[in-house]
């Protein structure tokens, strides 16, 4: 279900995670967005999954002393004596 229907505004807004391109089905956001207005322009990060917006880029990159592990599309944690990593 990517869309749910708000009775306030009586229409219905993709959900989080989706956005709206103009058409009945939403598009998914970039992995790494809670909402976003395209799939390259975060609006929020999900802050429990320990992502923070790039305002140069407008992704959520991983907070400080986590890394991006694109290939489960989540931020592990560093080595508790790094600061920053890779892996």
């Not at 279900?1 to 009775?7: G, M, V």
């Not at 080595?79 to 600061?83: A, E, I, Q, R």
């Given at each position: 279900?990517?869309?749910?229907?708000?009775?306030a505004s009586k229409s219905?807004?993709?959900n989080n995670g989706y956005y709206d391109?103009?058409?009945?089905?939403?598009?998914?956001?970039?992995?790494t967005c809670s909402t976003c207005s395209n799939n390259r322009s975060c609006l929020t990060c999900n802050l429990t999954r320990f992502r923070t917006i790039n305002t140069l880029t407008g992704l959520c990159?991983?907070?400080t002393s986590y890394y991006d592990n694109s290939s489960t599309e989540t931020c592990l944690a560093c080595?508790?004596?790094?600061?920053t990593c890779i892996n």
């Open positions: 279900l990517q869309r749910t229907f708000a009775a219905c807004p993709c391109n103009a058409a009945p089905l939403c598009l998914p956001c970039n992995y990159v991983c907070i080595h508790p004596t790094c600061l």
